[in-house]
């Protein structure tokens, strides 16, 4: 089964507005970590924001925010104000409390119109 | 600065050849993983290693190997036995397991069957 699903495979955005890549997990362990990560078209994984399922608030960086919603177990990038630099591919992923590794998503591919 | 150094950027292979893609970090990270990423598709887990001389194959090891002799450097190599190597490679490290545990990822390396 799935523990990182990303329903959107491409998405559009006009520049300077926000969008929001979905996320959703599964997982029964209490203690897990969620993370996103860009991927440009040169291969690099780029770290953008982390959130612990014991967070209270929801995690920002910058332009970045996660919408958790722990009860639907879902953890959506809100990227405000794209910008054009910022299409790239989208990577959720998840590690868990007992997890040795990162389960990572399908990706979500962001396409930023001027 | 402290990074993950993946080398070379681009490899190519000859049918029946055995390869070997270089991984090196000076994080002090003391787990290192190997990834494969096919053409917009997520990442999947060759071989990862928590421990100098020791690792656990991944849900893809048929056909590589690993080695953690040093802290530093975790080669990967792929072996004739390897029927569809043509992929990204993505070496990435976490300072230690858990889930408040982010990864440091490497560059990558293309590596093409010829």
């Known amino acids: 089964a799935q523990k990182i699903t990303q329903t959107q495979p491409g998405m559009f955005v006009q520049e300077k507005e926000a969008v929001t890549l979905d996320c959703t997990y599964d997982t029964s362990d209490p203690s897990y970590g969620l993370f996103w990560y860009k991927q440009p078209s040169s291969g690099e994984m780029i770290f953008l924001i982390y959130q612990g399922s014991y967070d209270q608030q929801n995690a920002t960086e910058g332009r970045y925010s996660l919408n958790f919603q722990k009860a639907r177990k879902s953890a959506n990038l809100v990227i405000s104000a794209s910008q054009l630099g910022d299409s790239a591919m989208y990577f959720c992923?998840?590690?868990?409390?007992?997890?040795?590794?990162?389960?990572f998503g399908p990706g979500t591919r962001l396409s930023v119109l001027p | 600065d402290g990074g993950i150094t993946q080398s070379p950027k681009y490899l190519f292979r000859k049918e029946g050849q055995n390869v070997t893609l270089s991984c090196e970090q000076n994080l002090n990270h003391d787990a290192m993983y190997w990834y494969r990423q096919d053409p917009g598709q997520g990442l999947r887990l060759i071989y990862y290693s928590q421990i100098v001389n020791d690792f656990q194959k991944g849900d893809i090891a048929e056909g590589y190997s690993v080695s953690r002799e040093k802290k530093e450097s975790f080669p990967l190599t792929v072996t004739s036995a390897q029927k569809n190597p043509t992929a990204f490679y993505l070496c990435?490290?976490?300072?230690?397991?858990?889930?408040?545990?982010?990864?440091?990822f490497g560059s990558g390396t293309r590596l093409t069957v010829v």
């Open positions: 990435a490290s976490s300072i230690r397991t858990g889930p408040n545990y982010g990864y440091t």
């Open positions: 992923a998840m590690r868990e409390g007992n997890g040795q590794n990162f389960v």
